[in-house]
């Protein structure tokens, strides 16, 4: 699943792919945000631990869990 993360006051953004599913981020990221929380931590496929500042996240884009076609679809 592929996941878009904005940063306040950042021209990039955070771009990654993660194996939970699009509830489990969706929880996490809402419980940091109700919950008073001072950052966020999400894990990509390769291992990775991102955190992310409460404070700084601008939007949160979580994406489907279906694979990419390759190739010619007609």
Known sequence: ??????????????????SQTPAEIEQTIAAALAG????????????????????SLSYVEIGSEESRRVGFVG
């Not at 996941?3 to 021209?11: F, H, V």
């Open 1 to 18: 699943m592929d996941i878009r993360i904005g940063i306040a006051n950042s021209p990039r953004e955070l771009n990654f792919e993660s």
């Open 36 to 55: 008073g929380g001072t950052h966020v931590s999400l894990s990509d496929n390769k291992g990775k631990v991102y955190l992310v500042p409460v404070a």
